[in-house]
């Protein structure tokens, strides 16, 4: 939203100078670094209106400009220097320290720096009546689709077992399928999931889904709910995760569902680690039911140094790169997400707290 040049002349006019220059104003106390409005007896009594800004993933500066151009109303504040907490109506978050949210009483919306919400909700303060929003694909659906289809394609076409030959300096053919009989599953369909299975099946492969609720996605076969699961599973040969992290799919990667997999089938996991029960999959890959698993994401990231998956010979291991935000289609996301909430319009990608996506 931009400013007409009376309404920010008006703007400017209000302004006393930043907190810094003030003798001892609340939000100097507090480390505000925007401006703010002295009421009648003198005091910083009038609230300005903030956002708050929390990631250790992101670097805050350019939405800073980018937010100084946009809505210049908005103090863009960068935690911990939260200043007054009480003009706090907005968070731009990948992720902040528990509790946080829950100390802000005026925050209206809670606009989230990715896809996934797992990082904020696992917050047991978290502001239930506060409304969320997640970013819908912003660039995501390209690389994550690019990475499983690569990822996909290596299992299907053998290249692990052809660059251990190419070690040993061995000349031999290995039988190949056609991927009209390659069964892949992609669990969860969401703004992800549904642009990797399309394209899947534009590949030719037999495609399968699995989602919570019911599903009709051209070229795929879908299966939904724990109904649905046992078939899903026991017909994917190469099963892609990417299901939102929430309390029903935490760990729904472990023995049991292993099981259910073809023998020598092979897992993609970009979604969450919170989804696998490790230990499962290390035993899993060292009995031979499962053939390989490629995994963007884990329990603790960074992965540590001493962690078995590094050095597993059946396991390739990326640092949570699957797909990152473009920072351009993100910020218009965002921004458009403000605008909408700042006219009293519905923006898109609300995540609803009570189903954690
Ligand atoms: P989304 O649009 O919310 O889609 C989620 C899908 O999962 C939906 O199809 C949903 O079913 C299904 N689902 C949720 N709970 C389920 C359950 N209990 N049983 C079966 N299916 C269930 O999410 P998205 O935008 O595609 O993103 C998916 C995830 O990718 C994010 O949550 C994030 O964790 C991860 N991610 C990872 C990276 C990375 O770099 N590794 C980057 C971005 C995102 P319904 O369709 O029935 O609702
Ligand atoms: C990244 O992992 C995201 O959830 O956007």
């Known amino acids: 939203m931009r400013l007409s040049d009376e309404s920010q002349q008006f703007f400017m006019a209000t302004r006393v100078g930043p907190p810094s220059e003030s003798a001892g104003g609340a939000a100097d106390a507090a480390g505000g670094s925007g401006p703010y409005r002295q009421g009648e007896d003198g005091e910083a009594s009038m609230r300005t209106k903030a956002i708050l800004f929390g990631s250790d993933f992101d670097a805050p500066l350019?939405?800073?400009e980018v937010f100084a151009r946009e809505?210049?109303?908005l103090d863009f504040r960068i935690w911990p220097d939260a200043g007054r907490v009480e003009d706090i109506e907005y968070?731009?978050?990948w992720k902040i320290d528990d509790g946080v949210l829950r100390t802000l009483p005026n925050l209206r919306a809670i606009l989230a720096l990715g896809a996934g919400v797992d990082q904020i909700l696992k917050d047991p303060a978290f502001p239930a009546h506060v409304v969320?929003?997640?970013l819908l694909d912003a660039g995501l659906a390209a690389q994550m689709s690019e990475y499983a289809i690569h990822a996909v394609l290596d299992v299907h076409r053998r290249m692990a077992e052809y660059r251990a030959q190419q070690r040993r300096r061995e000349w031999r053919r290995l039988d190949a399928v056609h991927p009209s009989e390659r069964t892949v599953g992609v669990m969860g369909l969401g703004v992800l999931g549904a642009d990797l299975a399309r394209k899947l099946s534009v590949l030719g492969f037999r495609t399968i889904g699995w989602s919570r609720t019911p599903k009709s996605l051209d070229g795929v076969g879908c299966f939904y709910g724990e109904g649905g699961m046992a078939e899903f599973l026991g017909r994917s040969e190469i099963t892609v995760v990417?299901?939102?992290?929430?309390p029903?799919?935490?760990g729904?990667?472990?023995?049991?569902?292993l099981r259910q997999l073809p023998r020598g089938a092979a897992i993609v996991n970009i979604a969450r680690g919170g989804h696998v029960v490790e230990a499962d999959l290390l035993a899993a890959l060292d009995s031979g039911h499962l053939s390989r698993a490629v995994l963007d994401v884990f329990h603790d990231e960074p992965l540590a140094d001493d962690h078995p998956f590094w050095t597993h010979p059946r396991v390739v291991v990326t640092p949570h790169i699957a797909a990152q935000p473009i920072a351009e289609l993100a910020m218009q996301q965002i921004l458009e997400t403000l605008r909408r909430l700042e006219a009293g319009e519905t923006p898109m990608g609300r995540v609803d707290p009570a189903i954690g996506y």
């Open 242 to 246: 990417l299901l939102p992290l929430t």
């Open 132 to 134: 969320l929003y997640r």
């Open 62 to 64: 350019p939405f800073r």
């Open 91 to 93: 968070a731009l978050i």
């Open 252 to 257: 729904i990667i472990n023995s049991k569902t």
């Open 71 to 73: 809505f210049p109303e």
């Open 248 to 250: 029903e799919t935490q």
